[in-house]
């Protein structure tokens, strides 16, 4: 498997935006179950 720069970045780019996703969802799924927050 090779690696270029741009593949690189872009592979980062994709894991960071997964990451704010998950980040998202976990935060909703916290505010579900306490309203309080």
Same mark, same amino acid.
């Given at each position: 498997? !090779?690696? &270029?720069? +741009?593949? @690189? %970045?872009?592979?980062? *780019? &994709?894991?960071? +935006?997964? *990451? +704010? $996703? @998950?980040? &998202?969802?976990? $935060? !909703?799924? +916290? %505010?579900? %179950?306490?309203? %309080?927050?």
């Amino acid at each position: 498997m !090779r690696f &270029t720069l +741009s593949g @690189l %970045k872009e592979h980062l *780019d &994709t894991a960071a +935006s997964l *990451d +704010s $996703i @998950l980040n &998202t969802l976990a $935060i !909703r799924a +916290s %505010k579900a %179950k306490d309203p %309080k927050k």
